[in-house]
């Protein structure tokens, strides 16, 4: 269950309109690493947990967060709105400056929001919920939500650096912080999972189910050989279950593939044609 709480989490108020930069905004709103993205991942994730305990907990207060700052963002961009000149554009675009603004200004926060912020992105993609991960699985989750808010986080620094308003910048301080505190607290349930689970996932796949032979081998399809430099190629590896090697020259572990032709009701391009081309050779025709 949840509760509206009039006040917001932290002040979302610029010292003056700017339409373009609340165009910018949109991407953090409803982009792919936005606040709607996140808040319905989290929420998603702890439905999702068969049992209550510390980790369902972890992923519903931060949902809860993730709700406020959609209300933040969605407030400071209806401010940015205000002032927007929205009535006789061709005089008001006489004006260099507003010129400029109207320019870059997204037409659907006057034709269809009415001033108000959209779940869309900066450039209007409509917000969808094939943005959301969750797996039931939380190591695999986690590890989604710590990207989920590298991303995010990086993306706000950005437009933290494009503007010089007091009020913007600082709210965009405030989710910056909060934003570290999450990539924190992610890092921190995924290596107390790691300890307890190991670091591949899923940890319940049978191992000899696997071709152990290729588990920790590296193989180098690039020109050169500087991906042999990394740890990822020598030494123990991060599960502490095998040894790493690098293998520089891979070569193909099947045969070419040789496919029969399609039945005549499919009508596809005829065998003979295909014969010297691609290696598709009809039985009748060896």
Not at 85 to 95: C, F, H, S
């Amino acid at each position: 269950m949840f509760y509206h709480v009039k006040e917001l989490q932290y002040h979302a108020k610029p010292e003056r309109p700017d339409p373009l930069f609340a165009k910018k905004l949109q991407e953090v709103l409803g982009g792919q690493f936005g606040e709607i993205s996140v808040a319905l991942q989290y929420l998603f994730q702890g439905w999702s947990v068969r049992g209550n305990g510390k980790y369902k907990d972890l992923l519903m207060d931060t949902g809860a967060e993730e709700l406020a700052h959609i209300e933040m963002l969605a407030t400071m961009i209806a401010r940015l709105l205000d002032g927007a000149p929205v009535g006789d554009l061709e005089t008001a675009a006489k004006d260099p400056i507003i010129g400029a603004i109207l320019g870059g200004m997204n037409p659907q926060h006057v034709i269809v929001s009415g001033l108000g912020a959209m779940p869309a992105d900066s450039v209007g993609n409509r917000w969808t919920a094939d943005y959301i991960i969750a797996s039931g699985n939380l190591l695999a989750d986690f590890r989604a939500n710590l990207n989920a808010e590298s991303q995010g986080r990086l993306q706000v620094v950005r437009l933290y650096e494009e503007t010089n308003d007091r009020g913007v910048k600082d709210m965009l301080s405030w989710l910056i912080a909060r934003d570290t505190m999450h990539q924190n607290q992610w890092i921190a349930a995924i290596k107390e999972l790691e300890a307890k689970e190991n670091v591949v996932v899923p940890s319940t796949f049978p191992r000899e189910l696997e071709k152990q032979e290729v588990s920790y081998t590296l193989f180098n399809f690039s020109k050169g050989n500087q991906s042999a430099q990394g740890r990822w190629a020598h030494g123990p590896s991060m599960d502490g279950l095998g040894q790493f090697n690098y293998v520089e020259n891979p070569v193909p572990l099947a045969k070419k593939p040789v496919l029969r032709p399609a039945p005549p009701y499919i009508h596809d391009t005829p065998p003979a044609v295909l014969k010297d081309t691609q290696g598709l050779v009809p039985p009748n025709m060896k």
